[in-house]
């Protein structure tokens, strides 16, 4: 079992910046890959951004890609996102996900773990 904690949300001003944390414990060997994931209310959670093992692959979500930047500290066992340029459409509840592969990691039903989510609230 791998258990994924989230930290760093909050309440930010359209325009300003947060960064996300989130440490796994467990069996971490299993899933080499991490993500983030995020989910508005009255919408289906969607991929945000993954990194590979050794993080020198990413992906981003179009509507992130150059304001989000998924990076990892594998000594920490520790994935952040660092999210600049806040609009309030990013408002959501951001989980973070543990998976096999980039390919896994990318969808919903490829996810091994999820972590219990975390509010980020974005006021205009």
């Known amino acids: 079992q791998v258990q994924l904690l989230e930290s760093g949300g909050g309440l930010v001003q359209a325009g300003g910046s947060l960064r996300l944390s989130c440490t796994a414990s467990?069996?971490?060997?299993?899933?080499?890959?991490m993500g983030w994931f995020r989910q508005a209310p009255g919408k289906e959670r969607e991929f945000v951004a993954a990194?590979?093992?050794?993080?020198?692959?990413?992906s981003h979500a179009d509507s992130v890609k150059g304001r989000f930047t998924i990076s990892r500290d594998n000594a920490k066992n520790t994935v952040h996102l660092l999210m600049n340029s806040l609009k309030p459409k990013d408002t959501a509840v951001y989980y973070c996900?543990?998976?096999?592969?980039?390919?896994?990691?990318?969808?919903?039903?490829?996810?091994?773990?999820w972590g219990k989510g975390i509010l980020v609230t974005v006021s205009s």
């Open positions: 996900a543990a998976a096999t592969s980039m390919v896994r990691v990318g969808t919903p039903g490829g996810v091994d773990y």
């Open positions: 990194i590979n093992l050794g993080g020198g692959l990413t």
């Open positions: 467990g069996r971490t060997f299993s899933t080499d890959t």
